[in-house]
């Protein structure tokens, strides 16, 4: 995701944006109240509606703040139907409306289904417009470079870049996710893609037909937006295009998801560099040095030099484990030899220096020349920025792979959040004061004043409301805590995961999720279970990381039939949150260890380390929380509506046997207990038949 966008739009026989009269606040709530009743308006526009008392109340609550302004903090259980919730309010108020989601995909979802559905029903003249970042739109300018690319990685690029040349032919939009087939990690993409840095704005030949730009004025004219939380908080850092003068004009925020916001909007709110993003400028570099400017500088040297200081940048640190990340207090990270770190950030810096110098003596020969010496002094800028001292309360730390990405971070959005958004500083009589900006998610903490959530993204005085899930999770769902299991830090922890798996996914015929805490305990029991019915072929085993996770998903979802057997899913990280699989595609869930935040991350340290400066407990007031909302979300995946039923397997002793354990119990959802294996053994017997 970058930090600027575009946009598809739709339309429901809409005038200019935010036309129909906004009802008083108490018409609106009543307004809101009306929607959900028996025999309503959300009536016509779900099939399976059915009034419930907490998404009623939430919708008040929404209705509330649109209406007088403030913040609202709503955690609203799987099942009570929040974006109806939120959507219902927002459409009726007649405000523009500002609306961020996690993801893309959920992006599409709300854009496609859910808020036609409700303009249809609610008989509204919306106009909507679909934000997205740079990077998944086509750039037909940089598409026609890519022509001329004689560094194309293979010949399938070849052929991949002559199907997205024919697909530029009939697409409206640009919208890559629309092309059929397109391997969303395609090595092509950003070939065909811009970036902040390397846009070239209006200078761009293909400025009037360009897909960002079309969209961007689509969004400047709709009701309501819809985008993600990567493009606000990007946009936000950089105030440079969409949400900069989108904002303003806005009065209604809505942030669904918002459980993810503090770490997304950590990612942009600090400085990044990257060694791979050096190599992508000296790949830009060469092919338009070559296009544009041909033997006006040795542009195979000033590409040169830079690839070899970037290459030899990396190998300062070394080898490493694959997504280390290194602590960096000190003048170098921890490890890595003080003399040849710096030596190898001034060699950077001098390559940039010598590429930016020779651009400087062409780039009035072409745009892309001018906005190249733009990128060569920004990136030595940046470099520079690294070899001073952090800034104040921030935390420094560099990703090892392939490539290394320096990062400094703050440890929080509290202070963007309240300097940026509510503007807390401001004259309370501004406008600003006006504004209404509502944060939900199913999950957001386990105390009353959801402080998990609140307090990193700057929310204190927030008005919270908690809707609980109207499932009978004690009717629908059963935990099972496996005793005699080897210790989580244990080196057979993992086999014994894997057996539980097998025994319990052979027993049910797969329809088994195994969420794993760490990359490693996924290879080994994904191993494990691959090599156990591999020969047999009784189940099929899926594992992160070997298909891309929608086809991963997709297939999970059709379980056995037509000749093929039940699946087995073993995943980690993405797969703990925003997996829906309803139905019986999935009624085992199998979580390895309690999800605490790794102790040795140094954003994870510093966040402990000011804790305990307060004179507060890092454990009880960061560790517990954080492994406490993970759970909640892991074990979310498992019932997904009315109908449902399901099996929880926590295979970690500490749930039972630590103090901190009743808390993370009563963070989970109501199931009923199962307290011994011949329990466990029935109860997988009544999901079989």
């Given amino acids: 995701m970058t930090e600027s966008a575009a946009a598809s739009s739709g339309r429901h026989d809409a005038p200019a944006a935010g036309v129909w009269p906004a009802p008083e606040a108490q018409d609106l709530e009543q307004l809101a109240r009306e929607a959900f009743v028996p025999g309503g308006v959300l009536s016509r526009a779900a099939e399976a509606f059915r009034p419930r008392h907490g998404q009623t109340e939430m919708a008040a609550a929404v209705a509330r703040t649109i209406a007088h302004g403030g913040a609202l903090v709503v955690e609203a259980g799987t099942g009570v139907g929040k974006t109806f919730s939120y959507l219902v309010p927002a459409l009726l108020s007649g405000e523009r ?35 997205k970042g740079r990077a998944s739109y086509l750039c037909t300018h940089r598409l026609e470079l890519a022509r001329h690319d004689a560094n194309l990685p293979d010949r399938s ?4 870049l002559a199907k997205i040349e024919q697909w530029a032919q009939t697409t409206r939009s640009g919208d890559l996710a629309e092309m059929p087939g397109l391997d969303e990690r395609s090595p092509l993409l950003p070939l065909v893609t811009s970036t902040r840095e390397n846009c070239l ?119 490493t484990a694959p997504g280390a990340r290194l602590r960096w207090a000190g003048a170098a990270p921890d490890g890595v030899d003080e003399v040849t770190w710096c030596e190898g950030l001034a060699a950077l810096a001098s390559a940039l220096d ?104 700057g929310l204190g005085d927030a008005e919270v409301v908690r809707v609980a899930s109207p499932f009978d999770y004690a009717a629908q769902a059963a935990l099972y805590l496996p005793r005699g299991l080897p210790k989580p830090n244990d080196p057979g922890h993992s086999d014994a995961v894997a057996r539980v798996a097998q025994r319990a996914a052979l027993r049910i015929g797969g329809r088994t999720m195994v969420l794993t805490t760490t990359l490693r305990a996924l290879r080994a029991i994904g191993e494990q279970l691959q090599a156990r019915f591999q020969a047999t072929g009784e189940l099929e085993v899926l594992v992160q990381g070997q298909w891309p996770k929608r086809r991963l998903i997709d ?26 699989v309803p139905g019986d595609a999935l009624q085992l869930v199998i979580i390895d260890k309690l999800p605490f935040p790794p102790p040795g991350d140094p954003l994870v340290e510093a966040r402990g380390q000011r804790l305990q400066a307060q004179g507060r407990s890092p454990f009880n007031d960061y560790f517990v929380p954080e492994a406490a909302v ?30 901190y354990g009743r808390r993370l119990l009563a963070a989970l959802p109501p199931m009923r207990r199962i307290v011994d294996e011949g329990g466990f053994e029935e109860a997988l017997d009544a999901l079989a038949g």
């Avoid at 859910?114 to 303009?119: F, G, K, S």
């Avoid at 690029?157 to 991949?160: E, G, I």
């Avoid at 544009?292 to 940048?313: H, I, K, M, N, P």
């Fill in 555 to 580: 297939r999970f979802r059709e379980g056995a039939g037509d000749g093929r057997p039940g699946c087995i899913l073993v995943a980690s990280a993405s797969f703990w949150e925003g997996v829906d």
């Fill in 157 to 160: 690029a070849l052929r991949t």
């Fill in 97 to 131: 409306v500002l609306l961020s989601t996690a993801t893309k995909t959920l992006q599409d979802q709300l854009f496609a289904r859910d808020l036609p559905r409700l303009a249809d029903a609610l008989g509204l003249p919306v106009r909507m417009a679909l934000l």
């Fill in 354 to 457: 010598l590429a930016a110098e020779g651009l400087a003596t062409v780039h009035e020969a072409a745009p892309d020349l001018a906005r190249l010496h733009e990128r060569a002094v920004q990136l030595a800028q940046r470099v520079r920025a690294f070899e001073e001292a952090p800034q104040q309360g921030a935390v420094r730390w560099v990703d090892a792979g392939t490539h290394l990405r320096l990062v400094e971070s703050p440890l929080d959005i509290a202070e963007a959040v309240q300097r940026k958004l509510l503007k807390t500083d401001a004259d309370p009589e501004a406008e600003n004061a006006r504004k209404a900006w509502i944060f939900t998610s199913a999950t957001l903490g386990d105390d009353a004043r959801l402080s998990w959530f609140t307090e990193p993204c």
């Fill in 201 to 319: 704005g209006s200078q761009c030949p293909k400025f009037r037909t360009c897909h960002v730009n079309a969209a961007r004025r689509e969004a400047m004219a709709a009701d309501v937006v819809v985008i993600n939380h990567h493009l606000f908080f990007a946009d936000l850092a950089v105030r440079e295009s969409g949400m900069a003068e989108l904002l303003p004009s806005v009065r209604v925020v809505i942030f669904d998801e918002a459980h993810q916001l503090n770490e997304t909007g950590v990612q942009f709110l600090g400085r990044q560099l990257g060694t791979g993003q050096v190599l992508d400028f000296a790949r830009d570099m060469l092919g338009a040095g070559l296009q544009f400017a041909r033997g006006l500088v040795d542009w195979q040297l000033a590409a040169g030099t830079l690839e070899r200081a970037a290459r030899d940048f990396r190998l300062s640190v070394g080898r």
């Fill in 630 to 659: 993970a759970l909640k979300q892991g074990a979310g995946r498992l019932i997904r509506r009315e109908s449902d039923r399901g099996l929880l397997v926590v295979c970690d002793t500490r749930l039972e046997q630590m103090g």
